[in-house]
């Protein structure tokens, strides 16, 4: 690295990014980089455009950033871009770009709103820009629309985090001024993966937003939700300015306008505003390359030390020898068959401190995100009330009863029992994704001998289908039963008017019973509970 300047840092790492991405994702170097998050239209896209200072990142309502896009910023003396899946095509029609992002988007995550974790690379060279490199990401968002998957905030953030956890990756949190700050998406994600605030940078949009007579001078001197490396605020073009096509560097000079007159900023004009961000940035970041560069140098020795190892096992390898080849197939066959087991398993040796294994996933499915599905469907108690009071109406017709109807309470119960099947199938689904997830991870190993790798792969997922489909008839079959039978005498259902206590503790039971898990809490299914409804509705 001897006689290389500062400025060629960015670019070194840039390389490094290249060469990883088209390894995939098992290489676990940490690179230094720059993750911007934010709420859904909190203004990440034209925070990064003004940087360019041209419109090229798709727009729209609901999720448009749907996989992550690593944008490498480049000084030079011409403008284009260029993307690492078509290195061969120079963009310069920025337009085209834009085109080309959302063709590719959708060609891995079809036109569904899904999203995937895979990054789309693009370098823009251009004589406006500093040398920079972000990752655009997803916005938060908390509600589903279209065919979007439920838990779709849930895969969202994962994503995120897979960025932000790195310890080398700065977050720009990007987060609207005219919302309540406290209340930041961006933020609270920033706190999570680094509570001290040490490398999250804020930057603060929609200043011209805010409620006449109310500034955010407190947040941007630091003040009120201090991080190490500050604020810096800006105002980007607004909807009508967009669709008024007003152009950048217009906006540039409106944006560095306000900060000169605005009384609340005008002492700290100079330290505000997109090109003062820009610049932080590249500072930095290069910065932060030439801290982490020792640590992740002997961090990328080590991997290289692990390869040449691996390489010196298969030298003995020789195609013309088919005792031999056979032993290195059956060798490698094996290995596979470890690897997988120990990521599902758990392993003491080697343990990976930056990714989640298939089967820490797939705990957290089942302590987690299932409970999260089942309280999900927990129902209103209001409408619970109205069904029971109904069914029993109805059950007793024009006549007046004395007694709760037994029928009331199975035709509730089973209601409720009933609604456990879709989380349940979702849960199944899951489940078989991260085993699906964890074999490709094995199985890159194998990419040396493509015949083997794909027909070990073939074997492999068919069979993780025929025990999907297995599991799941399984678990219909266990809901079945607990529709088909309500069993009253059961103890779960003695004392049951001795309190929620009492309700809850059996009512775990039950759910447990359906799903062999006893890990799952919340008062999902309270046949107690409706029972005890059923009486009160009587007595009213
Ligand atoms: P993203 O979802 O975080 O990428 O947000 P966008 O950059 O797409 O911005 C969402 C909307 O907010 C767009 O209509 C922008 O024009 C608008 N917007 C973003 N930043 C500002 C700002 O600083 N001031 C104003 N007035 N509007 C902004
Ligand atoms: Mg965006």
Redesign the pocket.
Known sequence: MGNRGMEDLIPLVNSLQDALSSVGQSCSLQLPQIAVV?G????????LESFVGRDFLP?GSGI??RRPLILQLLSANTEYGEFLHCKEKKFTDFEEICKEIEAETCRVTGSNKGISPLPISLRIYSPHVLNLTLIDLP?ITKVPIGDQPADIEYQIRDMIMQYICNENCLVLA?T?ANTDLANSDALKLAKDVDPQGQRTIGVI?????MDGGTDARDILENRLLPLRRGYIG??????K??DGRKDIKAALLAERKFFLSHPAYKHMAERMGTPYLQRILNQQLTNHIRDTLPTFRSHLQSQLLALKKEAEEYKNYSPDDPARRTKTLLQLVQRLAVDFEKLIEGSGDKVDTVNLSGGARINRIFHERFPYELVKIESNEGNLRREINYAIRNIHGVRTGLFTPDMAFEAIVKKQILRLKEPCMKFIDMVSQELVTTVYQCINKLSSFPTLRNETEKIISTEIREQESKCREQVMLIIDIQLAYINTKHEDFIGFTNGQQTFNQSNKKVVAGMTGNQGILGPIMQPELILAFCRNAVMQ
Do not use: E, F, H, M
């Not at 859904?40 to 925070?47: D, F, I, P, Y």
């Open positions: 934010g859904q239209s909190a203004g990440k896209s034209s925070v727009r448009v950033t916005g990007v609207p949009t929609k200043l011209d937003l800006v105002v980007n073009r607004s909807q300015d967009i």
